[in-house]
């Protein structure tokens, strides 16, 4: 909360009009007589101990013995606070205490200061101040006079309780936490603070949005962001104004389970993880990679969070590269960053249309296809870069290649025939498939994007067929699906591409621009857990291992 107060139990002098609580500038009535003393009552409870996760409002440290009250800076008057003080009582919520003061019947300032120890047999103050406040009030004559103000916590020791140190890649995101400001008897500050808590980053860069000063215990980290560009680590640092300090590490990660997608009408963009709620996070979830782009086809993820996009079509621009391309983004790419995308052009492929791409994170490789050849690429990627080795020839059958996935033993395309085929990893040259599923029983249309799951099935998207085909790892021939995901509770339509996150969700990304997430394992006509939407048609996905 964003000021706490005593409340009922601290009632104020008020004149017509004015309010209490903080600093009152009231106008005083006309007087006719002079001035004298009058009575002012103060009234306040200290609370019993709660529990440290209890946040209601604490109006005094539970651990306040006494507390002074100085009338317009004179000699300050002292009370004891506790069960069996004079006029302190006991209570269910805690010890009520009321105590008299005299006050020149004028515009007077009031300090209030609470203690952890009573008073000494001298009546002066002892140990550490816990809590203190002022007000300014306009005393009345013959009125029932009584204080009511807004005591700030004595900060005496800072820790920063930030659940995820990592914000993540590709997206604007606010930091989640608080800073726990507690008085020199251990309690929690529930409420303002006596000075504002300074936050600093270490060292400071234009990729993170640096908060307000922490004023209450309700602020929060406030507008600390990390705006999703590349970053090195960054220290927060929290300081009270007694140099009480504490710090942590934030480190920029790229999350798993990050879904990349493309559309041939719009640039790639980037969704959130399937499990961390969008308000985390960017509002919608969806971050555009700014790109000079004419029709992006395919994309990938490596192990390490770059992106990998093949573009189909001609020079789009007078700064966009030469003819088709593969582009690499590095992690958390933006336009506006020093990073900047690596463009592969399509004279790497014997200047052929490089269609589709996927990675072999484990082994830092990259397989891009064009109609009827495959090519591997040894990562990181770079615009000189050469393959490492080519699959084509009449052997292979490969032609009028759609999709393309790697598996933990073999890497496998889909084609326009329609039939799937499968290759050894390391497999160059005119080299035989491995397996060929093709045939009637396999129910393909228009096989496109396909992946492996963590059993090593191959599932295949089919547009034409509007499914998801499932096939057993060791499928050959006129092989018969193990199971599809298919009927009117899927929301398919006209699937694309398929992919996995390293739980086992799947993700299936539509004519529509959706992407349909369903259970690990789910087939049938199963319905989506859920359903996003960036672009009104979609063409390739894939997800951060």
């Known amino acids: 909360m964003a000021e706490l107060r005593f409340a009922a139990l601290a009632a104020v002098a008020l004149l017509a009009g004015c309010t209490g609580g903080g600093t009152s500038h009231a106008v005083p009535p006309a007087r006719t007589a002079p001035a004298g003393n009058t009575t002012v009552a103060l009234s306040l409870m200290i609370p019993h101990v709660v529990a440290a996760h209890d946040r209601t409002p604490r ?24 069960p069996g003080s004079p006029n302190c009582t006991a209570g269910t919520s805690g010890t009520t205490c009321t105590f008299s003061l005299v006050a020149p019947i004028a515009f007077d300032s009031f300090a209030v200061a609470a203690y952890d120890m009573p008073r000494t047999p001298s009546g002066a103050t002892q140990g550490n101040v816990l809590s203190e406040g002022t007000i300014q009030v306009f005393i009345n004559e013959g009125a029932a ?111 798993p389970g990050t879904v990349v997608v493309s559309s041939p009408d719009m640039n790639p963009f980037v969704d959130v993880p399937y499990n961390r709620a969008p308000s985390v996070n960017n509002p919608g979830g969806l971050v555009t990679l700014d790109g000079l782009f004419a029709t992006p086809r395919a994309v990938a993820f490596d192990g390490a969070g770059n992106v990998y996009m093949t573009d189909n079509g001609p020079k789009s621009s007078s700064s966009s590269p030469n003819g088709p391309a593969v582009w690499a983004f590095p992690a958390g790419y933006c336009s506006r960053c020093s990073s900047q995308p690596v463009v592969l052009p399509f004279a790497a ?9 996927a990675t072999d994170a484990a082994n830092n490789v990259l397989y891009v296809a064009t109609a009827s050849a495959i090519y591997r690429f040894a990562l990181p990627l770079t615009s000189s ?5 080519t699959i084509a020839g009449p052997t292979t059958g490969l032609a009028g290649i759609t999709g393309i996935a790697v598996g933990a033993n073999e890497l496998a395309v889909s084609m326009s025939a329609p039939s799937l085929a499968t290759f050894a990893k390391n497999a160059s040259g005119n080299a035989a498939p491995q397996r060929t599923i093709a045939g009637a029983a396999t129910t393909f249309q228009t096989p496109g994007g396909l992946a492996y799951d963590a059993s090593g099935n191959l599932w295949v998207a089919d547009a034409a067929g509007n499914d998801v085909a499932v096939f057993a790892p060791a499928a050959n021939g006129n092989a018969a699906p193990s199971s599809a ?54 063409n390739g996905i894939a997800v951060m291992p």
């Open 145 to 255: 006079n009584q204080l009511q103000l807004s005591l700030s916590g004595k900060v005496a020791t800072v820790t920063l309780d930030i659940p995820d140190q990592h914000p993540w890649y590709w997206c604007f995101r606010f930091i989640g936490g608080n800073v726990v400001a507690k008085d020199a008897a251990g309690y929690t500050i529930v409420g303002t603070y006596d000075a504002p808590i300074a936050l600093k980053l270490t060292p400071y860069t234009l990729n993170w949005l640096l908060p307000y000063p922490v004023r209450t215990s309700s602020d929060g980290l406030g507008q600390l962001a990390f705006t999703g560009n590349p970053a090195a680590p960054v220290t927060l640092t929290a300081t009270a104004a007694n140099n009480a300090t504490d710090s942590k590490l934030l480190t920029p990660v790229v999350q």
């Open 385 to 389: 870069s050469t393959p490492l080795a």
């Open 59 to 82: 109006y005094l440290s539970a651990a306040t013995k006494s507390v002074f009250v100085t009338v317009n800076g004179g000699t300050p008057l002292g009370f004891d606070a506790t």
């Open 349 to 357: 492929f014997g200047e052929g249309t490089p269609l589709v791409v």
């Open 485 to 538: 995901l298919a009927g009117s509770a899927t929301a398919l339509n006209a699937p694309q591409g398929v992919a996995f996150d390293h739980t086992g969700v799947i993700y299936v990304v539509d004519h529509s621009g959706r992407t349909h997430l369903y259970a690990a394992g789910a087939t049938g006509n199963a319905a989506p857990q859920g359903s996003t939407s960036g672009a009104t048609s979609a």
